[in-house]
């Protein structure tokens, strides 16, 4: 049993159709908890093209840039179920990685990810030998719930601005002696679509923030989980 958690604002709606209608082909019991911003269009795309299945949608409120953070909380926060998957609506899978991972439920696991460039050409993102020391990169990742609570999730902090959020969890969740591995033989990629930053000085403020917490220890962040 999954709770998968999506975090979706406008501009993902192609790739998230071409991701749900992967996860509908798995058999496992699941929840996907779509975590928005835009409720009334992200309702009316799902159900216009029949994505329903398995589907909340829950409303949240947060006026500037796009980080996940605030998103992933509330999705946790929500879950019925222990086995958390986070994720994103570009992220397809390309394996059977529901398959693969129920026998790996009550472990953390962070799966191998491709991105996808504009032309369809893919290069790596995470596998057992690239970016693999901490559960940062986690494009696609099964998590516990309770152990996700140990560290009192994502800093909200990160909502000032853009980036760097995905490295402060994996920092604090490292520091926390909390374990994990990264497997090679579940793999998702990450469909193409434009980055922009949209909060001035974006990067910087998040950069700080996790110096910040980096440097001063911080393993449960004050403002996280617990907060929304």
């Not at 509330?74 to 990685?97: F, H, L, Q």
């Not at 491709?114 to 998590?143: C, H, I, Q, W």
């Not at 402060?168 to 679509?193: E, N, S, T």
Request: hydrophobic share 35%; with cysteine.
């Amino acid at each position: 049993m999954f709770s998968i958690i999506m975090p979706m604002d406008l501009g993902r709606f192609e790739q998230f159709k071409q991701t749900k209608l992967v996860y509908d082909s798995f058999l496992q019991k699941k929840e996907v908890l779509i975590i928005t911003r835009n409720y009334e269009a992200v309702k009316k795309y799902i159900n216009d093209n029949n994505l329903s299945k398995d589907v909340k949608i829950i409303s949240y409120t947060h006026y500037d840039g796009f980080s996940p953070v605030k998103a992933f909380n509330i999705g946790v926060k929500n879950a019925m179920y222990n086995s958390i998957i986070i994720t994103s609506p570009e992220v397809k899978p390309i394996t059977r990685v529901l398959d693969q991972l129920e026998p790996l439920i009550g472990k953390n696991i962070i799966c191998h990810a491709l991105d996808e460039n504009s032309s369809g050409a893919t290069s790596e993102l995470v596998n057992k030998n690239f970016r693999s020391d901490t559960p940062g990169m986690y494009f696609l990742a099964m998590f516990n719930k309770s152990d996700i609570e140990k560290i009192n999730g994502w800093d909200n902090e990160f909502m000032k601005g853009y980036a760097y959020d995905d490295t402060d969890f994996g920092k604090r969740w490292v520091k926390a002696g909390l374990p994990f591995r990264v497997v090679d033989d579940i793999i998702a990629v990450h469909q193409y679509h434009e980055r922009k930053e949209t909060i001035s000085n974006g990067l910087q403020i998040n950069y700080d923030r996790c110096k910040y917490n980096e440097e001063n220890n911080v393993i449960y962040c004050e403002n996280g989980l617990s907060n929304v």
